[in-house]
């Protein structure tokens, strides 16, 4: 998503990442860190983890907007890449997140396969992000 | 051989002030504006937000049927559908700022509002997860507390079983998240 209106608003949500951001990569890291500690892990956890590694790149690009130094052509075509495949892929996660509490409320819902529900969503979202963001 | 524009990998820095995004072309006709915004912002946030809600009414349909069912699984459906919830929120208000701010004074609010829920994604996510680990914790305990009576009921060598014991107690052994 691009933001064309934030021109006059430049010097206050400049501020506000600076503020926002950094917490939110905190925010990741913690989640990141207390999913991976678990030793169990069933697929609601799985699409979780997929959700906060995704949301964490997304972190990453908006800290890259943060600071612009050097080549700026390069580095903003990878924090375009990061940006754009990152918030599909949350968009694809959160959807799964959704599809799964859908199919797990149904007394049938041991004969809904799991593991590879997750297998084929991580496979169309790593493809709608390639076909998207590659060119 | 003249490629469609969504495919013509034209990332630019908008207006040197905000972030790095997949944006149409300088001096695009409206056209392909028009289909830059339906390829990557209408298509994927409307599907997931089609998607999203649809599940959610299904789940809450059948949640009335099946509550007991729901409960014995230990899955706290509640508090999952809280991530993709946090996702559509943070989306709304640029849908408001972009299709429903005719007042430029609306769509800046709409917009700068939208502009801090993605930056702090990864901060509502934490916090949703630790909403959820608090939650577990609790039936934890629970789980504990069960164990120890169940433990203690079958050292007694009574012959009667409580049958609601024993199906209370398989829930909570069951409970994950």
Known sequence: MVWYVFESFGQITHLLGCIIVPLSFLGCLWTCYFCLKRRIMNTFLKYILGLTLANLF?????????????????????????????????????????????????????????????????????????????? | MCRPVFFSNNFRFVSGTLSCAISFKEGATEAEQYLYEL???????????????????????RKRKNAEWIEGTG???????????????????????K??????????????????????????????????MKAFSRKLEKLQESMTNFSSFMSEDRGDFDEQELVMHHKLTRTSF
């Open chain 2, 39 to 61: 390829v990557y912002v209408i298509i994927p946030n409307g599907i997931a937000l089609i998607i999203v809600i649809f599940s959610y009414i299904g789940t809450l349909c």
């Open chain 2, 99 to 132: 299709y429903m701010g005719e007042d430029g004074q609306v769509m800046s609010i709409a917009l700068t509002i939208n502009f801090v829920l993605t930056r702090s994604i990864g901060f509502l996510n934490a916090i949703v997860y630790g909403s959820q």
């Open chain 1, 58 to 135: 997304y972190t990453v690009a908006n800290i890259m907007s943060l600071f612009r130094t050097g080549d700026l052509d390069s580095r903003c075509k990878i924090e375009g890449v990061i940006r754009e495949s990152s918030w599909i892929l949350s968009l694809i996660f959160a959807s799964c997140i959704a599809i799964l509490c859908y199919k797990s409320s149904a007394c049938d819902g041991s004969s809904f396969n799991h593991s590879r529900f997750f297998r084929a969503s991580l496979t169309v979202g790593f493809l709608v992000c390639s076909v998207l963001v590659s060119g």
């Open chain 2, 75 to 97: 899955v706290s459906i509640n508090r999952l559908f809280l991530y993709p919830a946090v996702m559509m929120v943070e989306f709304l208000p640029y849908i408001i700022g």
